[in-house]
């Protein structure tokens, strides 16, 4: 299971992840050659800039920071299977609360 080495994200600091990763998707920054400059513009940003450096999704290089796509989608992969893992153990424990309450 992979886990993000620094904080975890919660609430806006998950949107500001939204906005990060798109501002190197569409500069094209895909690779170290291709690494841009990088400034976060509130503290919501600087989180989730922090999260994706820590997880290995955004690289640093001599000319700034660059999108590791691969483990990017594999980061993510890894996350969606674990809300999954937590919305059937919810769902579970409503089931049998629902039948010992019925």
Not at 8 to 30: S, Y
């Amino acid at each position: 299971m992979i886990r993000a080495a620094g904080p975890t994200l919660t609430g806006q600091a998950v949107r500001a992840r939204g906005t990060v990763v798109p501002q190197f998707l569409a500069r094209h920054a895909l690779s170290a050659p291709d690494a841009i400059g990088f400034t976060p513009a509130n503290a919501a940003e600087r989180k989730a800039f922090a999260v994706l450096l820590g997880d290995g999704s955004i690289r640093g290089a001599e000319g700034g920071y660059w999108l590791d796509l691969p483990r990017y989608r594999l980061v993510e992969a890894a996350r969606a299977r674990r809300r999954a893992g937590i919305a059937v153990v919810v769902a579970v424990i409503g089931a049998v609360a629902a039948m010992l309450f019925y």
